[in-house]
């Protein structure tokens, strides 16, 4: 079996989408297609850009040209200027990068939570609360901070139950208000992020630069991860992972 032959039976499988990082775990699997290359991720990157066949979603994330129909009914929907603002797209960019960060967190043995108000939101094929590993949020401190927290998209907790790190997904709403809830729980020894598109870092910089949040900006309490980056650490998480599996 070819190399592209293997990719397309992948994406197959996983039902005509999947991520970069997926491709790079499931792939080699296949017993009947070699990969005697000492570059095996950058061989099904090109195969994936190159390939007549297959077609981008989005940064790290491609399908098969004949699942598309299927796939914009489910919501996976490839973003373009006339619907980026759709109510459709917004939740899918949202609920992706969300399970995105919750399958970093897997990977990394945390625990991961996501709000019960978006267990049923889809990440690819998966609902979120399928993917979290908490159902309920760990009664870490009082009450007041832990309602304060149940809210944020995403949270890391480490073996003692404690939050490991902190993650706002801003693709069309307000990064004030995420600030907000950062600086209520800043007294944490939590890492925190606001993840959004990097065309939105200038005005992450504007909102941390308002006095309210002074303290966290010179104590550099919460940074900015791009979606790109987060795509890049998701990727490398897992290719870390599958390497040992790659015959050379």
């Known amino acids: 079996m070819k190399q592209y032959e293997a990719v397309i039976q992948t994406l197959e499988k996983l039902g005509g989408v999947a991520t970069l990082g997926q491709l790079n775990q499931e792939v080699f699997k296949i017993k009947d297609c070699e990969w005697k290359t ?24 491609w399908a ?4 598309q129909k299927e796939l914009e009914q489910k919501g996976i929907i490839l973003e373009t200027d006339k619907n980026k603002d759709s109510k459709e797209v917004i939740e899918f960019n949202h609920s ?12 990394k043995k945390l625990g991961t939570f996501v709000p019960n108000q978006d267990k049923n939101r889809m990440f690819l094929h998966e609902k979120l609360g399928d993917l979290r590993t908490l159902k309920e949020i760990p009664k870490y401190s009082y009450d007041s901070f ?3 927290s149940s809210t944020i998209d995403v949270i890391w907790f480490n073996e003692r139950n404690m939050p490991d790190s902190f993650f706002e997904v801003e693709h069309s709403t307000d990064i004030q208000n995420s600030l907000m809830k950062f600086y209520d729980l800043q007294d944490f020894y939590t890492r925190m992020f606001i993840v959004a598109d990097e065309k939105r870092h200038e005005e992450y910089d504007k909102k941390l630069s308002y006095n309210s949040f002074s303290k966290m900006k010179n104590n550099r ?10 795509e890049r650490q998701y990727r490398q998480t897992i290719e870390l992972k599958s390497i040992h599996t790659v015959i050379l």
Do not use: C, H, M
């Open 96 to 107: 992706y990068y969300q399970g995105l960060l919750v399958s970093i967190g897997n990977l």
């Open 38 to 61: 000492k570059t095996p991720f950058a061989s099904i990157r090109r195969i994936v850009q190159e390939n007549e066949n297959i077609y981008k979603i989005k940064p790290g994330l």
């Open 64 to 67: 098969l040209k004949s699942y």
């Open 221 to 230: 309490r919460v940074a900015f991860l791009s979606y790109d980056e987060l």
């Open 146 to 148: 832990v309602s304060r």
